[in-house]
């Protein structure tokens, strides 16, 4: 079980630029949650996928966010046009679902650190 | 889910037990109390679960009253390593609900 990775750790980026960040569950784990994370608060859902699918969307995830999971297992977030506003943690998780509905526990990765300058 | 209460922060002497308390008055029968903790620049990691009757694994032992208005996450030995914040988080097993909804947690500090 080499857990939930993410890549990179770090990135710092100029306002109005794109960034993908790119996030490798662990490799039975059919769900994958990605999360928002400010200083001082708790990571915040922003969207989730089963296998390719994904089915469920925050109201926090604009059409600047866009994430994808093509074969059903790494998944990428994208930001386009980013704003200072999108500095945070970015949390990746996954878990396994079974019958696809009883969940058992979400395993997070490290966490992509977004600084916009 | 359910709102949860927490602390906002709680310190504790190493080697004693750490006791968290969480709120969760409007919870109902059907939704679970989870706990996952966050080390310092870190991803949240799952520590326990229940419904109703206490729990104990490697990590800690979750007592929940019998009412299920509020639960405690016990920690029987606080080593420094314990220092995080604790997230308290109610939710179904099955069924809707496949997001874990944070509240702000409690900060634990373990010290000498």
């Known amino acids: 079980d080499t857990g939930v990775s993410q890549d990179p750790r770090h990135k710092i980026t100029k306002r109005g630029q794109n960034v993908t960040f790119r996030c490798d569950p662990i490799?039975?784990?059919?769900?994958l949650y990605w999360y928002r994370q400010t200083l001082g608060q708790g990571p915040e859902f922003l969207t989730y996928?089963?296998?390719?699918?994904?089915?469920?969307k925050s109201r926090l995830l604009s059409d600047r966010f866009s994430a994808e999971r093509p074969k059903g297992s790494f998944s990428t977030l994208e930001i386009q046009r980013t704003e200072q506003g999108d500095s945070a943690m970015y949390l990746c998780?996954?878990?396994?679902?079974?019958?696809?509905?009883?969940?058992?526990?979400?395993?997070f990765g490290p966490g992509t650190r977004l600084t916009v300058t | 889910d359910a709102k949860t209460t927490q602390p906002p922060s709680m310190d504790c002497a190493e080697g004693r037990a750490a006791n968290l308390p969480c709120n969760h008055s409007?919870?109902?029968?059907?939704?679970?109390v989870y706990w996952y903790r966050q080390i310092h620049s870190q991803g949240p990691q799952y520590i326990i679960h229940?419904?109703?009757n206490n729990e104990t694994n490697e990590m800690a032992s979750l007592i929940i009253t019998e009412d299920r208005k509020s639960s405690t996450l016990i920690l029987p030995h606080a080593t420094l390593r314990d220092t995080a914040v604790y997230y308290c988080?109610?939710?179904?097993?099955?069924?809707?609900?496949?997001?874990?909804?944070f509240g702000t947690g409690t900060q634990l500090k373990v010290e000498l």
């Open positions: 988080i109610v939710r179904l097993l099955t069924g809707g609900g496949n997001k874990l909804t």
């Open positions: 229940g419904l109703k």
């Open positions: 998780a996954s878990s396994l679902s079974t019958s696809g509905v009883y969940y058992y526990e979400q395993y």
């Open positions: 996928f089963q296998n390719e699918a994904q089915l469920e």
């Open positions: 490799s039975e784990h059919n769900r």
């Open positions: 409007t919870i109902s029968g059907n939704e679970y």
